[in-house]
C-alpha cells in the first residue's frame, strides 16, 4: 500500500476510534511498518508465535504485509486494534494502573471492544475473540470484557 493511501486510512481509522471509542485523534501518528509476518514473529516473540501485528510504543504499529487493507474490513480491524494502543499510550489512559499485567489486561480489553464495535459499524458479521488472550495476573484482577 502506497504512503498516501495508508496515511489517509489511518486518519480514518483514528476517526473511527474517536466515534467509537472517544480518544482524541492523536497529533502524530505512529509509524506503520508493512512486514513480513515471519519479521514480526522474529522481532517481537522470544517462541513461536502467531502475531500478524503489534503496537510498540517507540517503532510505531507492525502489520503483516499481506493483509488486504484496502478490501478486507477485518485486515483494517487489526490495523485499528493496533492503533486503539497508540490512543490509550498518547492519552496514558491506563498509567496510573500500577500492576503492568493488569494495566496490558485493560488496555487489550478495551482495544478488542473498539475493534468489534468498528466490525459491527460496518455490518462485518465476524467478532473478534477475546478469550485466551489475557496475561494471568492474580484471578481476581483479570478484568472481564465490558458489554455493550
Not at 93 to 108: H, I
Request: charged share 20%; proline share 7%.
Amino acid at each position: 500500500m502506497d504512503h498516501a493511501s495508508l496515511s489517509q486510512l489511518v486518519s480514518e481509522l483514528f476517526l473511527a476510534i474517536q466515534a467509537l471509542g472517544g480518544y482524541e485523534p492523536p497529533a502524530v501518528a505512529p509509524e506503520i511498518h508493512q512486514v513480513p509476518q515471519a519479521f514480526i514473529q522474529q522481532e517481537f516473540c522470544s517462541r513461536p508465535c502467531s502475531f500478524r501485528a503489534l503496537y510498540d510504543p517507540v517503532r510505531g504499529v507492525y502489520i503483516d504485509e499481506a493483509f488486504d487493507l484496502i478490501n478486507d474490513p477485518l485486515a483494517r480491524s487489526i490495523l485499528l486494534h493496533e492503533l486503539v494502543h497508540h490512543a490509550q499510550a498518547v492519552s496514558r489512559r491506563f498509567e496510573s494502573t500500577a500492576d503492568p499485567c493488569v494495566r496490558y489486561n485493560r488496555a487489550e480489553a478495551e482495544a478488542y471492544l473498539i475493534q468489534n464495535r468498528y466490525l459491527m459499524s460496518l455490518n462485518v458479521a465476524h467478532r473478534v475473540a477475546m478469550s485466551g488472550w489475557f496475561m494471568r495476573c492474580r484471578a481476581e484482577e483479570v478484568p472481564e470484557p465490558k458489554k455493550s
